[in-house]
């Protein structure tokens, strides 16, 4: 079965603290992964996306790794902000398939203190 | 412009009323998604249009009817719907229906029914 499945549920941390999300899959066959931010009541933003090939894609404080062999995923977030506090979605995509394309993961709610 | 728009923001409507949510995009994106979400939980995939053309229904109550009048536009529109469709619902557009095309979401309708 096609899942995508994020830890931790949620998290909280110090403004100006690092932090790392992380994402695991069972998807097949692979075609990219996506990491969204989304703040309460907005729509999903995407951060960043990669492919099988690559391993690693930064968007200024925002750097997400790829391990397509054990299928797991990670972001990380540097000097975070208080603007950072929202949901991060995992986004896995299917290849090559003419149903449904998109699976989400449940998302991880962070939120940064003062 | 990579915006994509949602109206009404929020709407509250009976179980006895007709409503229709709008969204439009005008990227010259062929491909667009309409999604439920609930709190705290990630995006439902309901319905895909590609090139004007219903290809995704998710077994979606036909309380919800879908409307893709030009490759621009999409309209939902709802009719006695119950409480528990009380969510958030999402558009989204991709230039194509491929898994490889990023999905731009819109900020959502907040929709209650009481």
């Known amino acids: 079965k096609n899942q995508v499945e994020q830890s931790p549920q949620s998290l909280i941390i110090l403004e100006g603290k690092n932090c790392t999300l992380q994402?695991?899959?069972?998807?097949?066959?692979?075609?990219?992964l996506r990491w969204y931010k989304q703040d309460t009541g907005r729509g999903p933003v995407s951060l960043t996306i990669?492919?099988?090939?690559?391993n690693t894609k930064s968007n200024g404080r925002y750097t997400a790794t790829l391990d397509a062999d054990t299928k797991q995923s990670s972001l990380h977030i540097t000097a975070s902000q208080l603007s950072d506090s929202a949901s991060y979605i995992c986004?896995?995509?299917?290849?090559?398939?003419?149903?449904?394309?998109?699976?989400f993961g449940p998302g991880t709610r962070l939120s940064v203190l003062p | 412009d990579t915006e994509v728009t949602q109206t009404p923001k929020h709407l509250v409507m009976g179980m006895t009323n007709k409503k229709s949510l709008k969204c439009e995009q005008h990227?010259?994106?062929?491909?667009m998604y309409w999604y439920k979400q609930k709190a705290k939980k990630p995006p439902e995939l309901m319905f895909v249009?590609?090139?004007?053309?219903?290809?995704i229904n998710e077994s979606v109550p036909s309380r919800f009817s879908p409307e893709c009048p030009n490759s621009s536009l999409l309209n939902l529109h709802l009719h006695a719907l119950q409480p528990e469709d009380s969510a958030l619902y999402l558009c989204?557009?991709?230039?194509?229906?491929?898994?490889?095309?990023?999905?731009?979401f819109g900020p959502g309708t907040r929709l209650t029914v009481t």
């Open positions: 994402c695991n899959y069972t998807v097949s066959p692979f075609s990219n």
């Open positions: 990227m010259g994106h062929r491909a």
């Open positions: 990669m492919t099988f090939s690559e």
């Open positions: 986004v896995v995509s299917l290849r090559d398939n003419y149903g449904q394309n998109f699976v």
């Open positions: 249009y590609s090139y004007e053309k219903l290809s």
């Open positions: 989204a557009s991709s230039q194509g229906g491929q898994p490889t095309y990023e999905q731009y």
